[in-house]
């Protein structure tokens, strides 16, 4: 398991994780939106994935993610960038 960047979304980040290759294999350049432990939607652009999130969740914690495959987790130290 990669090392979440952000400790608040390890559930989040596990579900990416356990369901990435399907993710990868169905909608390769869309948006998931990951809540807790559930994909709540695929969403062809960022914002749409965003709106929803906060829609969704308020203040609650979501991971809007871009679903590519063979990515890198780049840590630089307070700010994390995925590419």
């Known amino acids: ?3 979440v960047l ?3 979304l390890a559930r989040e980040w596990a579900t990416w994780e356990r369901e990435c290759e399907r993710l990868i294999a169905d909608h390769e350049g869309q948006w998931a939106l990951i809540i807790g432990d559930t994909v709540a939607g695929v969403f062809a652009a960022e ?3 965003l ?3 906060e829609r969704q969740c308020g203040d609650a914690p979501f991971l809007p993610k871009l679903i590519v495959a063979g990515e890198e987790v780049i840590d630089l130290g307070l700010v994390g960038l995925f590419r």
């Open 47 to 49: 914002s749409a994935c």
């Open 1 to 3: 398991m990669t090392e």
């Open 6 to 8: 952000d400790p608040r």
């Open 51 to 53: 709106e929803a999130g």
